[in-house]
């Protein structure tokens, strides 16, 4: 099911999102949702606060425009250590329209996550992914792209 996605100045956009409990039928099917409204928007990465629901979730697929899919499904991420060195991108986001703006990000990011089936994963992403990874894990502390200043 396609959900809307909520557009800044939003004020449920802000808040601090909570921990998800356990992965339940309703946090798959809400997945699931998620990405479908990824892919409709269309975009790269979606955080559950963005379709109004305040947890501790987002889905990426940073290849699926280019070609195949690689869809993956962040519960409970934490940034464990990220690069010494910075890259510059640009991003867009979803509940910001008619804006790019280019962010400094680490060049890599060493992330651990819950996955739908309540296994924990450890990985380490770089390039695009990173800079997603953050964008993404920014929504969940109530941080947009506004708020930083543009990369030199
Ligand atoms: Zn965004």
């Not at 899919?69 to 986001?93: H, K």
Request: hydrophobic share 40%; net charge negative; with cysteine.
């Amino acid at each position: 099911m396609i959900r809307p996605i909520l557009q800044h100045p939003d004020p449920l956009l802000r808040r601090i999102c909570d921990r998800v409990p356990e992965i339940s039928d309703e946090i798959k099917a809400l997945a699931s949702d998620m990405l479908e409204t990824m892919y409709d928007a269309p975009g790269r990465g979606l955080a559950a606060p963005q379709v109004g629901e305040l947890i501790r979730l987002f889905v990426i697929d940073t290849t699926w425009k280019e070609g195949a899919a690689t869809p993956i499904v962040f519960v409970n991420p934490q940034i464990i250590a990220t690069a010494p060195e910075q890259q510059t991108n640009a991003e867009a986001c979803l509940s910001i329209s008619d804006q790019s703006l280019d962010i400094a990000r680490p060049s890599w990011v060493d992330v651990v996550w819950t996955d739908l089936n309540g296994t924990e994963k450890h990985d380490r992403f770089d390039g695009f992914a990173a800079a997603c990874i953050c964008h993404e894990n920014d929504h969940l502390n109530g941080k947009l792209i506004l708020d930083y200043e543009v990369a030199a």
